[in-house]
């Protein structure tokens, strides 16, 4: 079987961010190196055989061709989202973006250095409590990590977890984000990103079921998907109801003392608007699928979150990367990504 370059980020992905269309390139900023280039989608998020292992040291298996299938699946429901840039939310729709996630989230460079990372974590502590792996219950017949039993474990749990991921992500409220004038969002190599506004120390805010959780996956450079908490949503809705009963309770009392001019419930319902106004249009988005507007404050957030999250490679339409440097020079402990904690 000849080695090729094997896609962790779908090459139809990848086309939403080109800086040059005809050859097919893209602007990168590698994290590792802090170095800026040009390069073709063909190099970019993949790596040779990432989707191959060998078995019985001489029969190579490869996951691509499920990979592939996957991607297949759902790039109709993709292009259409790119094409009518609304989302239409009928349950396959979302079905296939909920997919989409999931199989993005799980197949990265960055998850499979999580399953090293969370091994090696777990062997250090053992050890320095002066014990062996092959010691713990369970752990038996551990051996060393090696890069084909790496990539097997990894594939493996894919199949055995996208199921369940894909439904959990499905039952969250589909919002649809454009950038702010002048602006495009980043891609990384690893683009499916997490938040929480809610803190649950010591448990972690960060899974996919937990209440308030926040998910975020660029699908060009001029267009995001949000799959939110539908607390979140819910808590937009009732802030925005007890705003407009707090402002008509104002404006009756203030006419009722006679204080309230023409010009003064101009200002009333000016300062309402000003305040109101986002979240009537993220309501009004999440209902009909349009995409809700993004201020520079937020651009800034899905960027740093994006540059967070990548392994190694930062992609920019516009080669902008100034947000990504200095995050990577402010996070020298994010230079490989965000990485579990073992305590």
């Not at 299938?69 to 840039?85: C, G, H, I, M």
């Not at 989302?87 to 090293?116: C, G, H, I, V, Y």
């Not at 084909?148 to 369940?164: A, M, N, P, V």
């Not at 200002?267 to 993220?282: C, F, I, N, Q, Y």
């Amino acid at each position: 079987m000849a080695a090729e370059n094997q896609h962790y980020v779908p090459k139809f992905i990848l086309r939403q961010f080109l800086s040059e269309k005809k050859r097919e390139q893209v602007s990168v900023f590698d994290k590792h190196t802090e170095k800026i280039f040009v390069t073709s989608i063909k190099n970019m998020m993949a790596e040779r055989r990432f989707n191959d292992f060998t078995f019985d040291d001489d029969y190579i298996a490869s996951f691509e061709p499920i990979a592939c299938a996957a991607e297949d699946q759902v790039l109709p429901s993709y292009r259409k989202v790119l094409k009518d840039r609304r989302l239409d939310n009928s349950p396959e729709q979302k079905a296939d973006l909920a997919m989409m996630l999931a199989f993005q989230l799980l197949r990265t460079k960055a998850a499979r250095d999580q399953w090293q990372a969370i091994e090696e974590a777990i062997v250090k502590k053992v050890e320095e409590s002066g014990g062996r792996m092959q010691d713990v219950k369970g752990w038996e017949e551990w051996q060393p990590m090696t890069e084909d039993r790496l990539k097997r474990e990894h594939l493996l749990s894919i199949q055995d977890t996208i199921g369940d991921y894909a439904q959990i992500i499905a039952a969250k409220d589909f919002v649809l984000a454009e950038p702010s004038p002048g602006r495009s969002f980043y891609l990384g190599d690893n683009p499916v990103c997490l938040a929480n506004a809610r803190d649950f120390e010591p448990y972690g805010n960060l899974g996919l079921a937990v209440q308030g959780i926040e998910i975020y996956m660029p699908l060009a450079s001029d267009l995001m998907l949000c799959a939110w908490c539908p607390s979140i949503i819910e808590g937009q809705r009732a802030t925005l109801k007890r705003a407009k009963k707090t402002r008509e309770a104002e404006a009756v009392a203030r006419v009722i003392g006679g204080e309230l001019s023409a010009a003064g419930m101009k200002h009333l319902l000016d300062r309402a608007k000003a305040t109101e106004g986002p979240v009537e249009e993220l309501l009004s988005a999440a209902a009909e699928g349009h995409p809700v507007s993004s201020s520079d404050d937020n651009m800034d957030y899905y960027n740093s979150m994006q540059t967070s999250y990548a392994y190694r490679y930062v992609v920019c339409q516009q080669a902008d990367f100034a947000l990504a440097r200095k995050f990577n020079t402010e996070n020298p402990a994010l230079k490989r990504g965000r990485r579990l904690q073992v305590a």
